[in-house]
């Protein structure tokens, strides 16, 4: 499996939108699936899309409004391929 790479946005209105859950959803479910090997996960500053937020990036595809359940759909999907 390739690396996956998570970009989380930090910026104030993603932050405030639930990017702070959301993060610590995926630290979470990264841990609890033991691929702490198979995904680089970091925080980016404001990418300019408040208005569709919470952002988070995933292999260079942008993700907007997402939530928990999103997320997690969108990282079960993406790890089986």
Do not use: W
């Not at 390739?2 to 990017?19: D, P, Q, W």
């Not at 995933?58 to 928990?68: F, L």
Request: net charge negative; glycine share 8%; hydrophobic share 30%.
């Amino acid at each position: 499996m390739a690396k996956l790479e998570i970009t989380v946005c930090m910026g104030s209105s993603c932050f405030a939108r639930g990017n702070d859950q959301n993060l610590e959803f995926i630290e979470n479910y990264i841990k609890q699936n033991g691929l702490e090997a198979d995904i680089d996960l970091s925080g980016s500053r404001c990418s300019g899309n408040c208005a569709e937020g919470p952002n988070i990036t995933i292999n260079g595809i942008d993700y907007h409004d997402v939530d928990i359940d999103k997320i997690k759909e969108i990282l079960d999907d993406t790890l089986k391929s």
